[in-house]
Structure formats: structure tokens, C-alpha cells
DNA sequence: TATTTTAGTGTATTTTTTACACTAAGGATT
DNA sequence: AATCCTTAGTGTAAAAAATACACTAAAATA
């Protein structure tokens, strides 16, 4: 039984689509990584990938790959780089397309509980050791982040779909890594008007209940058409 | 006379990296296309590329697209993003890592005088039909553009090593599609600190003369260590 | 009922952004 | 040589945004 070979006149490498799984606890942000379960890198901790395959965009792999580590859908994904260097993987060459995936706080506690998946979520400031460059890949993405939730509101995609002003601010804060002033963040985060209030209000907190929120995805793509230039923060 | 075959067990892509390279000539910004010269999209208008060789990182293949298209050396480049829907090449499966480069005024002239050289410098507002997804390239990378020259000094990867304000300021103004009124702007960007005035002023202008500045890298590097967020607009 | 823990609110001050006119200085023209 | 033309460089006033900060309202818990 001879396995199927491809041939070609040049030589190709592989590529993988590796994602960074963002969540959000409440607290702090996380990251989801696998045990590696055959070399290279047996037994490490490493970020989700796969092989590309021949007829599949690479949004579409990265959305198999969260399917296949998460057991969710619905995640939002973006491309973060692509990591090249010759020497990456020992077994070929293999040239990864990072993907950032964003994980809503329900999803988050789904994932976090689910004891048949081989996926942990762990601290940023705890991250074991890593299998090929998956640590600069982590370090390149909380970079973009950083840099994008000034000016994108792409950490919105990490809350649920209804969520209270001090969980947005305790996200940012977390991702800035600095504390900012409640009544100035509500002043601002406002002022953009992507935010739609609801009449719902938390329950069973043992402070005064806060109003949920939505994100107003129309007024977004409305701005967005018109150029104007974001500043959330 | 066989040619060498490189057989795998899975089907594997080939890889290309597409340089979309802007200059400045001034007034407006320009990218360099090039006719193909063979199958697929033939005579067609298109990016600079090649595909990446087994023992080449991604930047270096980007690198060598340069040399071997505009013959200089030097130039700044940085990954812009990857392509990867799988029919964008009628050849095979083909993934592009586009590159965004960036050419001194000074070499654009060079580029724009050498007529052994198979490039042209084109406006952006006049852009032909382009082979494969390279209009998307370079939609994607005039879109980066934008966003990235306010909060870092990319642009003056355009510039010589000598600048005058008026000429950065049309840099800008170039960039963005709007104008900028000249005492904010020269107000604005000296207040980054990141310019060092020179000694030296333009020559031979029938009008006032400008100093010469020069971008301080030291300082940027500082500032960067800092954690400092810029903002340059 | 009292306590605790926020959520929501507004003001004053400082800083930044925005809008705008005039003089200085170089080459070209008369 | 004088004049003209074309910017380069400069600063002020007003508006807007950012920064810093205290108190009341409202929910659960003891």
C-alpha cells in the first residue's frame, strides 16, 4: 500500500496556520495552548496549528483550527504575520501564518470547563516554555493588540454580546497593563458613540448594578465608511 | 536529462513573497510595477516578486526581489500580510507574503532614470489592470499606510537622510489625501523630538530656503523603549 | 438596619488641537 | 539694481480634549 506522493519541480515548503487564542476571565487576558502529542517538541506547550490544506483559504484553516482545539465557532480571527525564518521547524521547511482568535468571556468559561478538550488557557505572565518560535509569536500579537484597542475596537470581540462599562474597562486595563480613571474611560468610551445602552441591568452583584451595554456595529461600519480616524483611548 | 523532483507526502503550496514598494517623487506617492513576462496574466501590469527559496527567510526573499528589480540596496521593507485564497494563482496552490518596501527620494529618481531596468514607477490614482490579487496588495498596503504614519515614523523611509519640513509635510499630506495646514504641522512634528535640524539649507529655490533635518533614530529607539505611544498626527 | 462595594456623575485645570496673518529670504524677471 | 513671486518660519486665540479628583446611588450581605 503505497501512500500518496506529491511531487513538484521546485521545492516547496509546508505551511501552517498557528493561532493565539485570546480570552478573557474577567480579570485578566489568557491564552489557550495545547500539549504537543508527537515530535518535534513532544510533550511542550504549544499554540493550536495545522497544516494548510490544498483547497482551504487560510481564514478558513484558522477557523478549523479553533473548531477542532475549542469545540466553539463564531470566533473571531485575524492574520497577525507570518514567521519565515529557514530553520523554525527541524522536521522541513515550514512557514507558519499566526492568527489571532478572540474568545468571548461565556466561550471562555465553556472552554475553560470543558475537560475532553486538550487545551488549557494560561496566564501571559506564566507562560511555560514554548515548542518552535510560538513565544514570539505570542509576543508579536499582544503587541498588535496593544496597539490596535487604541484605535479598533477589536477587544470588544473577547466580552460577550451584552456587557457593563467597568468589564470593558477592566479588559482594557488588562491589556494596557495600566489602571485608567472609571470616570474618564466612561466619558470617552461614550463619546465614540459605538456603544448602545440596554435596559438591562447586572443582577446578584453585591454593588450597585451596572447597565449593560452593546456594541453598535452598524454606527462602526458607518464611521469606518466615512474615514474617520477612531481614537478610543 | 530529468530534471530534479522534490516529492512530499502531502501536497504542499508554493510560497512567493509580492514587494509592493512605494517612492515619493515629491508631490505624490508611486509603486513599481513590472510587465510579466510569461504565463499566467502575460504583458500583464504586476508586483515585484519571487518565490521564496528553501534556505531564505521571508524578509531576505523580500530583500533580493528588491536587488534584482530596482538594483539598489538599503531599502527599508516590512510584511505587509498574507495572501492565501486558493485559487488566487490558475498555476497551483500559491501563497504570497506581501512586503510593503519603502525607496529614498534619491533612489526613486535612479530608479526612474534607469532604463535597462524592467520597472515603472506608476501614480496611485492611475493604476493599470494588475495580474493575480496585486491590486488588493496594494489597497491593503496604501490602508496600512494610512493608519501606520501617525503613530510611527514610517514614512521617512521615503525621504533622504536629509529632509526639509515643507517636503515631509507634503509626505503627509501625500499619505493621508487632505491638507495640513503648514505652522500645525511643522508645531506638531517638531514636538516629538524626533527631528534634529542641520546646518544646511535647500539652495537654488525661488523661494525662502528651508532648513535640512534629520531623523533621530536615537531618540525613536528611546522612545520606544519607553513604551512611549506616539503620536505623530 | 448598617455596612461594604462598586456604578455613575461633574467640575476645574491643563494640554492639545484648530484656525488664522505677517515677515524673512531666496531666485527670477524687469 | 529693484521688484516680484513664492514659499519657510513664526505665534496667538479659541475650542476641544485630556487629566485629576469626591460624592451619591443602589445592590447584596451581615
Redesign the pocket.
Known amino acids: 500500500m503505497s501512500e500518496p506522493i506529491f511531487q513538484y519541480r521546485h521545492p516547496h515548503p509546508a505551511v501552517t496556520v498557528d493561532c493565539i487564542i485570546f480570552g478573557f476571565d474577567g480579570l485578566q487576558i489568557k491564552v489557550l495552548l495545547v500539549q504537543r502529542k508527537s515530535e518535534p517538541f513532544a510533550q511542550h506547550w504549544a499554540l493550536p496549528g495545522a497544516f494548510v490544506q490544498t483547497d482551504e483559504s487560510l481564514d478558513a484553516c484558522a477557523t478549523r483550527v479553533l473548531q477542532k482545539e475549542c469545540s466553539i465557532s463564531g470566533v473571531y480571527v485575524e492574520q497577525l504575520y507570518t514567521f519565515g525564518l529557514p530553520e523554525r521547524d527541524p522536521r522541513e521547511r515550514v512557514i507558519s501564518v499566526a492568527y489571532m482568535g478572540f474568545v468571548k468571556t461565556t466561550d471562555f468559561q465553556l472552554i475553560a470547563g470543558n475537560n475532553e478538550l486538550q487545551a488549557d488557557w494560561q496566564a501571559l505572565d506564566q507562560l511555560p516554555v514554548l515548542a518552535f518560535d510560538h513565544h514570539a509569536m505570542i509576543q508579536k500579537a499582544l503587541e498588535r493588540l496593544r496597539g490596535k484597542i487604541r484605535y479598533q475596537p477589536i477587544g470588544f470581540e473577547l466580552l460577550d454580546v451584552k456587557f457593563?462599562?467597568?468589564q470593558l474597562q477592566q479588559l482594557y486595563e488588562a491589556i494596557l497593563g495600566k489602571n485608567l480613571?472609571?470616570?474618564?474611560f466612561?466619558?470617552?468610551i461614550l463619546?465614540t458613540g459605538l456603544l448602545k445602552q440596554l435596559d438591562e441591568?447586572q443582577?446578584?452583584?453585591?454593588?450597585?448594578?451596572?447597565?449593560f451595554f452593546a456594541f453598535d456595529q452598524q454606527q462602526y461600519q458607518q464611521l469606518m465608511q466615512e474615514g474617520i480616524y477612531l481614537?478610543l483611548l
Open positions: 457593563t462599562i467597568p480613571d472609571r470616570r474618564n466612561r466619558k470617552k463619546s441591568k443582577q446578584n452583584v453585591a454593588h450597585k448594578a451596572a447597565y481614537e
